[in-house]
């Protein structure tokens, strides 16, 4: 059996490796080696880009619980790496300093629009920084670090406390009801 093949479109000789297996033959290989179809599938994406988005779209309102509920599933069954993929994306996003501006600007829109819900905010990192509260686990899942969830505006200091992930998924069903 041979390890290496040729690509038909850039005559490269490469490992077996260096080529995508066909999917209905599960020992064969493609006949464009992996850079070579990479940048067929670009030319290709750029040429029918309405169309596939439009695809994609109608894909995902048709199936959208089911894709929501595997998305879940897999969160919640891969948490550590989800966190930190989300660290990891986090950190490039805040050496944009394009974005960090239009962050900036969006946050000082939303503090102006959403006062009671600022005071409470300000309030719970006061009474962290003063060791009034606690930070405690999320109690959901025991995960930490947990973020402060108000209930109730009117009363600051009165949160509950769930991890970032239980805090979406949170309000995610308030948002449902």
């Known amino acids: 059996m041979k390890n290496t093949k040729r690509c ?7 490992p077996l490796d260096g080529f995508y297996l066909i999917r209905r033959h599960s020992t064969e290989r493609q006949t464009y080696c992996k850079p070579c179809k990479a940048e067929q ?10 169309r596939l988005c439009e695809k994609q779209r109608i894909h995902w309102q048709e199936n959208r619980e089911r894709l929501n509920e595997k998305t879940h599933i897999y969160r919640q ?6 966190r930190k993929r989300a660290r990891e994306f986090a950190a490039r996003r805040r050496k944009n300093p394009v974005r960090m501006a239009l962050l900036r600007k969006y946050e ?5 629009g959403h006062p009671q819900q600022v005071r409470a905010n300000d309030a719970v990192q006061r009474a962290l920084k003063k060791g009034v509260l606690v ?5 959901k899942c025991g995960a930490s670090p947990a973020q402060a969830h108000h209930d109730d505006y009117s009363k600051p200091l009165d949160v509950r406390w769930l991890c ?14």
């Open 108 to 112: 000082m829109e939303w503090q102006k």
């Open 41 to 50: 599938a670009h030319i290709y994406w750029q040429k029918n880009r309405e």
């Open 77 to 82: 069954e891969n948490r550590e790496l989800v």
């Open 164 to 177: 970032p992930l239980d805090h979406c998924q949170y309000h995610r069903e308030l948002r449902k009801r």
């Open 135 to 139: 930070r405690e686990r999320c109690e």
């Open 8 to 14: 038909f479109r850039c005559k490269a000789v490469k």
